[in-house]
């Protein structure tokens, strides 16, 4: 069965930084873009970044340009979301997903969770003093 497990969540300080990892089993992550989204209290799931198959392009939410960086290491099976500069606004459970067909590429498009499949459980990101 095709799924991620996300972890690397915690309680972090504002300013502070983070780096999330996303594991995933069961099918071969290369062939797949990968997206991060985030889903806060009351609100809906955010698309927050997305990377292509070999790292051929990137997409990065105005809300988190020059904070957020995302990487993927294919040999690994997982994707990574290094967070910097975290504010209280980041806090939501973090997820990543693979976009449906190995044809789905990032570009300057917001995300659609509805392009994404495989959804792990989320890892809990706090930023709290």
């Known amino acids: 069965q095709a799924q991620f497990v996300e972890s690397g969540g915690g309680l972090v300080q504002p300013g502070g930084s983070l780096r999330l990892s996303c594991a995933a089993s069961?099918?071969?992550?290369?062939?797949?873009?990968i997206g991060w989204f985030r889903q806060a209290p009351g609100k809906e799931r955010e698309g927050v970044a997305c990377?292509?198959?070999?790292?051929?392009?990137?997409y990065y939410a105005d809300s988190v340009k020059g904070r957020f960086t995302i990487s993927r290491d294919d040999a690994k099976s997982t994707s990574y979301l290094h967070i910097d500069s975290l504010k209280s606004e980041d806090t939501a459970v973090y997820y990543c997903a693979a976009g449906y067909g190995s044809s789905y590429e990032c570009d300057d498009s917001p995300l659609e969770p509805r392009d994404f499949g495989s959804w792990g459980q989320g890892t809990q990101v706090t930023v709290s003093l």
């Open positions: 990377v292509s198959r070999s790292e051929r392009s990137t």
């Open positions: 069961g099918f071969t992550l290369g062939r797949y873009a």
